[in-house]
């Protein structure tokens, strides 16, 4: 054999291991999608790198994060899911609402896939079942957007002598529907008339507060929508410009400046999703993680605001308040 021959030979079985030691090491990627828009999120996220920390994974460090937001546009998920798979990613991460599960479960049946929603998964077909998922799929349900009826309880609680209140809902969010059927029912309960106030985009907002003043509502639900909380800044603006007694899934609603809140912990919930996405990354599979769900529920009240707007809070209602803004 020549020399040369043999020095390719040598150089090929060289290059090979550390071929394949440079594939084997490389960085596995997440892929983060999301409905809404990254600023009003920011602390969501960073409770999503809580829960991958917790399983000793740190972006930058041994795991990349590839980020797409629809800002709102719900129409976008399909094609920013199918460019993360296209990406090839690890795990494919489907956060802010039903929309946003749909459009990854869509693009891929092998990539696993860990969901954050506020619905019921097995009713929208995402998961055969909440203890075994079973498929590439697995998660998180907030069921916040089932709570609509209790809202309009403690908004009439708040209010007890409002004759009629007003729901904001988004058309075109997945669960607008079934928000309405869970809010209707409340507000028969509690023997109000319910005014019906639509927004798809933020220029909408002006006209759906317009409408409901001019219908003599006295107290607003905002309804459970990803859209809506990345707007909350401009919702609870509006709310405190027009006087309405306003109640809204988040605490982060309150926090903000709104009136009150009753839902679960949103920050805790991407953590453990993050937690889940490690699991995953070492090798569990999503569909023996049992879907996870929320155990307990928090009502925060915003004191200042109330004061602004010349209410008292019924002090039942006040000592039951997990939180409580000064």
Sequence with gaps: MRRRDVLALFGAAVAWPFAARTQQTAMPVIGFLN??????????????RQGLGETGFVEGRNVAIEYRWAEGRYDRLPELAKELVRRQVAVLIATGGEVSAF???AATSTIPIVFAIGGDPIAGGLVESLSRPGGNLTGLTQFTGVLE????????????SARAIAVLVNPSFANAQAQLRDTEDGARRAGVRLITVSAKVESDFEP?????????????????????????????ALSARHKVP????????????GLMSYGTNLADGYRQVGVYTGRI???????DLPVLQPTKF???INLKTAKT???????PLLLRADEVFQ
């Design 309 to 315: 707007l010349g209410i008292t809070i019924p002090q």
């Design 208 to 236: 759906a507060f317009a409408t409901l003043i001019q219908q003599r509502a006295e107290a607003l639900l905002v309804g459970s929508d990803p859209f809506f909380n990345s707007r909350r800044d401009r919702l609870v």
């Design 103 to 105: 459009a990854a479960k």
């Design 35 to 48: 409905s809404a828009s990254p600023g009003p999120f920011a602390h969501l996220v960073a409770g999503f």
């Design 298 to 300: 928090e009502l925060v």
């Design 246 to 257: 306003t109640i809204y899934e988040f605490r982060e609603f309150a926090a903000a400046g």
């Design 281 to 287: 990354l070492k090798g569990a599979k999503p569909g």
């Design 149 to 160: 009826a209790k809202r309009i309880g403690l908004l009439h609680e708040l209010v007890p």
